[in-house]
C-alpha cells in the first residue's frame, strides 16, 4: 500500500503528541515538552486555531506528521506557508515520507497562493539538510532566527 497523507483531525492528537515527544527526543529536547493531547485538540482543532496538520500513513500505520502555518511576506503581499515540525518515525525512515509530505505541503501553498514555503531545520540533521537541499530548497544563511519565550517573553511584555 503507498503512503498516505491526509488532514489530522482531532482524534489525531495523541497520534500528533506521541511524535512530538519522538521529535524532542531526537533533538535532544525531551524535557522542553509542554504539549498535552488537550493542548493539541485546541491549538490545533479548536475554533480559531491557525496552525494545521499533516498525517502521513503506511499501510494503515501513522508513521508521521507535518504541523504548519500561514505567515505572511511584506515584500511579496502574500501568504506563505511555514513548516514548524516534520517528522517520520525512524522504522519508517528511508520510505519517502519526509519527502512526500515536504511535497503535499508545496501543493498545499500552490493552491493557496503562497508565494513562499520556509521552515527551519538544526544545522546538526544532516539527513534532512541532505532531503531539502535535494528537493531545490536553499538555505537562508543571512538571516538570524530570534526567540523570546518563558520569563524572558514575559520580563520583556511587562516592561522588563
Known amino acids: ?10 482524534q489525531d492528537a495523541p497520534t500528533l503528541l506521541h511524535f512530538i515527544r519522538e521529535l524532542a527526543i531526537y533533538e535532544r529536547a525531551e524535557h522542553e515538552v509542554a504539549a498535552t493531547v ?7 482543532f479548536g475554533s480559531g486555531a491557525v496552525t494545521r496538520a499533516l498525517i ?9 506528521m507535518a504541523i504548519w502555518f ?6 511579496q503581499a502574500k501568504n506563505g506557508l511555514y513548516l514548524e515540525d516534520l517528522y517520520v518515525t525512524p522504522k519508517a525512515r528511508g520510505a519517502g515520507a519526509g519527502k512526500a509530505m ?4 508545496a501543493q498545499i501553498a500552490i493552491e493557496n497562493g503562497c508565494g513562499r514555503f520556509e521552515w527551519s531545520v538544526l544545522d ?9 537541499d535535494g528537493i531545490g530548497a536553499e538555505p537562508m544563511k543571512e538571516w538570524i ?5 518563558g520569563d524572558s517573553l514575559t520580563a520583556f511584555a511587562n516592561g522588563s
Open 1 to 10: 500500500m503507498p503512503l498516505l497523507i491526509r488532514e489530522a483531525l482531532a
Open 38 to 44: 488537550e493542548a493539541i485538540e485546541e491549538s490545533i
Open 56 to 64: 502521513c500513513e503506511l499501510d494503515g500505520e501513522p508513521i508521521g
Open 70 to 75: 500561514f505567515n505572511y511576506s511584506t515584500w
Open 102 to 105: 515536504l511535497k503535499r505541503l
Open 124 to 132: 546538526w540533521n544532516k539527513p534532512a539538510i541532505r532531503v531539502y
Open 145 to 149: 532566527r530570534y526567540r523570546l519565550s
